[in-house]
C-alpha cells in the first residue's frame, strides 16, 4: 500500500510527536480522555505505513480484553479507510457489500493477524505455549504445553487442602485467603518460594513460603499455572535460557504498553528483559529499529491493593530515557488536551489531584464548552442520598429526550454502598447493571462445563477431574475419590491415570467401578474427536453425554431452567471464538475464557444505569455520573487516613471517578450513614475543600443557586407501599384475565398467573421479573393493564 494521504493530519501537535517517534524510549503521559488509545493505534499504524515494519515484529500490550480488542479494531478500520482511499478512490463506507468485505479480509490478512496485542496475561500464555518445555524452576518443576490456568477458586482450593489437610495449620492463624494474596504478591515481586523464604523474619512468613513450596508442587503436578505464573514464569525463562530471550527480542523490536502506571515488579522485568535483551548497560543498548513506547498517568494509578506499582512510571526517564528535566527531555510527551469532559469538570479534577505529590505535572486542558456547575448534594442518610439520585435520573431523562438510562453511572468506594441505591432502583423499575457483579464464567454451571473442558484437554489437571467427576451426582462417593487419590500420589501420577485404567478402578472403586469407566468414555470420546469436529459440538456433546443437561431439564426448577440458559450461552460464546478466531481450538477457547474480565462483558450502549465502584470505573465515561459517599472514612477510605501515600492514592480514586464524567457530574454526602449495621454521623470528605468552591452549587444554603432539575426533583414523592394507616384509594373496577400484562406502584410491569376468589373478593398472582410471584389486591394495589 502506498501512502498517498497524509492519515496523521488530525492529530493535534502532541499526539502526533508522539506517534511519529520511532526509535528508541518514549514515555507519553496521558491524561484522562486525552485519546490515547488513538496515539496507540496510529502509532502502530504509523510504524507499518511510514518505517515498513513488519506487523509480527510489533508487541502491544493492554490491561484488558476489551481494550485489545478495541485497538485491533481501529487499527483494521484505519488501514481499511487507506486501502479504500487508494484502491477504490472512495471512502469504506461508500463501497458495496462485497468490496468492503473483500477489502476488510485484506487488511486483516496483511495488516492485523500477524500482530501481537493483547494483556500481559494472554500474550504470556502464547509466548509459554512455545517455550514452557523448556523451562525448569530451582527444585526442578517442570510443565508441559498442553498446560491448564487455574482461576481463583481452582487456587483457593488448593491453598486450602495445603493449609488445612496437608499441614494441620490453624485456619484462623493462616487464613488461607491471607495465604493465597501473600504467595500471589511474592509471585509479583518475582520471588520464588526459596527468595520468599529468605525474605521472611518470622514464624509466619516462614509458614507461609512453606505453603507456596508445596502449592508449587501441586501446580506442576496438575500442569497448571495460576494467573501469576503466566508473566513469572515467562520472566524467569528469560534469565535462565539466553536462546530464549534472543528469539522473543529479536520477535518484537517495537513494544507498547498502555496502562504503564498499573504494571507491577515482573511486568516491567519482561519489559525490561524484551526491550534490552538482558543488557544491563544503558550504554551497550542497541535502540536501532527498535522502540519501547510506554503510556500512562499517575494520577490514575489506583490498583496497588493488586500489586501495581506507579514508580515503575515515575522511573521510566531514568531506567529507558534521557532523564531529562520535563521542558528538556526528548523521551517524553504528554497528552493533557481532554475531548470528554467539560471544563468545569477538568478544573475540578486539576484542582483535586495538584494537592497530590507523588506525579509528573500536567494540566487537563478543556477543548468542549464550561458545562453545567458540578452539583454537590448534602443528604441526610443514604436513604435520602439515593432517592436523590434516582429522582435527578428520572427527571433529566423526562427532560431530555436524548437521554436513555444508559447515559448514568453511579460510583462509589465500596460495594456495600450500593444497597439503598438498588433497593430505590427496584421500586421505580429502573433497569440497572451491576459492573464487577458476579462474572457468567463464575457461575457454578459454567464452571463445571469448564471443568469438563479442561479435563478433556489436558487430563493431568486433578482439581477439574475431582470436580466433575460426580457432577452430576453418578453415586462416586468422597471415599471412593479419597481412595483413587491415595493410590495415585502413591503411585505419583496423575489422578486420571488412576481412573483411566478398568483394572485399576475395579480393585479399588468395587461398585462404583462401572460409573466411573462411563463418566472415563465420556472424557476419552471427546479426547478423540477434538481434532475432528469443533469446540461447539465438544461442548454439546460432552455436557449431554456427561447427563448434566439431563440432570437440570429433570430439576425443572426457574432456577435449573437459568443453569442451563446459561450453558446454552457458553455454547454460544465457543460458537462466537470459532468465527472470530483464526485458530479456534478447544485450548485456545479455554485460554481467552480464563483470562475474561468483568470489563469484558460490558455492553456498550447498554441502556441500564451503571452501578460500580470507582475502582471498576476505570477507563469508562458516560454523559452524567454520580459519584456518591464522599465523606472521611470512605472516600478517602479509613484505611488511608494515617498513611500519606494511601491517601494520594484515595485522591486519584477520586480523580478518576470525577473525570469520568462527560457532561453533568453530581457528587453527595450524607449527614450520617449506616454501612456496618450501626448509624454513624458522617464527616464530609477532605476532598470536598480540594474543589474551587465557585465551580460547585449546593443544596447546603452556602449560595443562592438554584438548579431547575434539581428543585423539581425534591418535589416529587418515590411510589410508597400502604400502610394500615394509609388511606385507601380504590382503583376502577376492572376484569382481570390470567395472561393480562400489569403495571404495579412498586413492584413495576408483570403477568397475572393466577385468578384467586370471586365477586368483591379477587386476588390476583402475578408473576414480576427478578423478583417472583406476589399475590395482590387490585382494589388497593391500583395495578394498571399494560398493552
Known amino acids: 500500500m502506498t501512502q498517498t494521504t497524509d492519515f496523521l493530519s488530525h492529530l493535534n ?39 515498513a515494519v513488519d506487523p509480527e515484529n510489533i508487541l502491544a500490550v493492554t490491561f484488558t480484553n476489551k481494550a485489545a480488542r478495541e485497538m485491533k479494531e481501529r487499527i483494521k478500520k484505519l488501514f481499511a479507510q487507506q486501502v479504500a482511499r487508494e484502491d477504490y478512490g472512495k471512502p469504506l463506507e461508500a463501497l458495496v457489500a462485497e468490496d468492503k468485505t473483500k477489502l ?32 525448569q524452576d530451582e527444585k526442578g518443576r517442570s510443565w508441559n504445553k498442553n498446560f491448564s490456568i487455574f482461576d481463583e477458586s481452582d487456587v483457593q482450593s488448593v491453598i486450602k487442602e495445603i493449609v488445612t ?88 523490536h517495537h513494544i507498547l504498553a498502555d496502562e504503564y502506571q498499573d504494571t507491577n515488579r515482573i511486568q516491567y522485568d519482561l519489559i525490561r528483559l524484551l ?21 500512562g498517568d499517575v494520577d490514575q494509578s489506583i490498583y496497588s491493593f493488586r500489586g501495581a506499582d506507579y514508580t515503575v512510571l515515575l522511573e521510566f526517564q531514568e531506567d529507558f530515557g534521557d532523564g531529562l528535566q520535563d521542558e528538556d527531555t526528548r523521551t517524553m510527551v504528554k497528552l493533557e488536551e481532554n475531548y470528554r469532559s467539560r471544563e468545569n469538570i477538568l478544573q475540578a479534577a486539576n484542582h483535586l489531584i495538584e494537592n497530590n505529590t507523588q506525579r509528573i505535572e500536567k ?33 433529566m431523562i423526562r427532560q431530555n429526550p436524548e437521554l436513555d438510562l444508559g447515559s448514568f453511572a453511579i460510583l462509589y468506594r465500596m460495594n456495600a454502598q450500593s444497597r439503598p441505591l438498588e433497593e430505590l432502583m427496584v421500586r421505580w423499575g429502573i433497569t440497572y447493571q451491576m459492573v464487577g457483579g458476579l462474572k457468567f464464567y463464575d457461575r457454578k454451571e459454567i464452571k463445571d462445563a469448564i471443568a469438563y473442558l479442561r479435563l478433556i484437554v489436558n487430563p493431568s489437571d486433578s482439581l477439574s477431574l475431582k470436580r466433575v467427576i460426580n457432577t452430576p451426582r453418578r453415586g462416586i462417593g468422597d471415599t471412593t475419590v479419597d481412595r483413587l487419590e491415595t493410590a495415585a500420589q502413591e503411585l505419583n501420577v496423575p489422578l486420571w491415570e488412576i481412573i483411566s485404567d478398568e483394572t485399576s478402578v475395579n480393585s479399588l472403586a468395587g461398585r462404583t467401578a462401572k460409573p466411573i469407566m462411563q463418566f472415563v468414555q465420556v472424557i476419552r470420546t471427546a479426547q478423540q474427536q477434538m481434532e475432528t469436529i469443533p469446540p461447539s459440538q465438544i461442548v454439546e456433546q ?41 485458530e479456534p481450538t478447544l ?21 441500564a444505569v451503571s452501578l460500580m465502584t470507582l475502582h471498576s470505573a476505570k477507563g469508562l465515561e458516560f454523559p452524567i455520573v454520580f459519584l456518591v459517599g464522599l465523606e472521611q ?61 465557585e465551580l460547585i452549587r449546593s443544596n447546603a444554603g452556602n449560595n443562592n443557586y438554584t438548579d431547575r432539575t434539581v428543585a423539581a426533583s425534591q418535589s416529587e414523592q418515590p411510589p410508597t407501599r400502604k400502610t394500615s394507616s394509609s388511606r385507601t384509594v380504590s382503583a376502577p373496577k376492572q376484569d382481570w384475565k390470567v395472561g393480562d400484562r400489569v403495571l404495579h406502584p412498586s413492584f413495576g410491569i408483570g403477568n397475572i398467573t393466577h385468578i384467586l376468589g370471586s365477586g368483591n373478593k379477587i386476588t390476583v398472582a402475578i408473576k414480576f421479573p427478578g423478583i417472583g410471584q406476589k399475590i395482590i389486591d387490585p382494589k388497593i394495589a391500583q395495578l394498571r393493564r399494560v398493552d
Open 104 to 135: 476488510e479480509s485484506q487488511v486483516y490478512r496483511s495488516y492485523i493477524k500477524d500482530l501481537w496485542i493483547g494483556t500481559f496475561h494472554s500474550l504470556c500464555a502464547r509466548i509459554l505455549r512455545f517455550d514452557i518445555e523448556k523451562y
Open 13 to 51: 501537535p502532541s499526539q502526533r510527536k508522539a506517534v511519529e517517534h520511532y526509535c528508541g524510549a518514549l514515555l507519553v503521559v496521558a491524561g484522562a480522555g486525552s485519546g490515547k488509545t488513538r496515539a496507540l493505534t496510529y502509532r502502530i499504524a504509523n510504524l507499518i505505513l511510514k518505517h
Open 165 to 252: 489437610k496437608q499441614l494441620n495449620l490453624d485456619d484462623k492463624k493462616f487464613e488461607p485467603r491471607a495465604v493465597r494474596s501473600a504467595i500471589s504478591n511474592a509471585k509479583n515481586q518475582g520471588f520464588s518460594p526459596q527468595d520468599f523464604e529468605n525474605d521472611q523474619p518470622n514464624f509466619r512468613g516462614k509458614t507461609i513460603a512453606q505453603v507456596y513450596n508445596i502449592y508449587q508442587t501441586r501446580l506442576a503436578e496438575n500442569n497448571a499455572l495460576d494467573f501469576d505464573d503466566l508473566i513469572l514464569v515467562p520472566v524467569r525463562l528469560f534469565q535462565q535460557n539466553e536462546k530464549v530471550l534472543g528469539y522473543w527480542h529479536r520477535r518484537f
Open 275 to 295: 526491550t534490552t535483551n538482558g543488557e544491563t548497560k544503558k550504554s551497550n543498548w542497541d535502540w536501532s529499529d527498535r522502540s519501547i513506547f510506554v503510556v
Open 587 to 607: 485450548e485456545n477457547f479455554l485460554g481467552q475464557a480464563s483470562l475474561a474480565s468483568d470489563l469484558d462483558n460490558l455492553e456498550e450502549g447498554e441502556k
Open 363 to 395: 494540566i487537563l486542558k478543556a477543548t468542549r464548552g464550561i458545562g453545567e456547575h458540578i452539583y454537590c448534594f448534602k443528604a441526610d442518610d443514604e436513604t435520602h442520598e439515593a432517592d436523590f439520585v434516582v429522582k435527578q435520573i428520572r427527571n
Open 633 to 693: 472514612g470512605l472516600l478517602p477510605h479509613s484505611r488511608s487516613l494515617d498513611n500519606p501515600a494511601g491517601l494520594e492514592e484515595e485522591r486519584r480514586l477520586c480523580y478518576v471517578g470525577i473525570t469520568r464524567a462527560q457532561e453533568q457530574l453530581f457528587i453527595s454526602h450524607a449527614a450520617s450513614r449506616r454501612l456496618w449495621g450501626n448509624r454513624e454521623p458522617a464527616i464530609r470528605s477532605q476532598f470536598l475543600k480540594e474543589l474551587p468552591a
Open 542 to 582: 460432552v455436557m449431554e453425554d456427561s447427563g448434566y443437561i439431563k440432570d437440570l431439564e429433570k430439576q425443572g426448577t426457574d432456577e435449573a431452567e437459568n443453569r442451563l440458559a446459561n450453558i446454552q450461552e457458553l455454547y454460544n460464546a465457543v460458537r462466537q471464538f470459532e468465527e472470530e478466531h483464526e
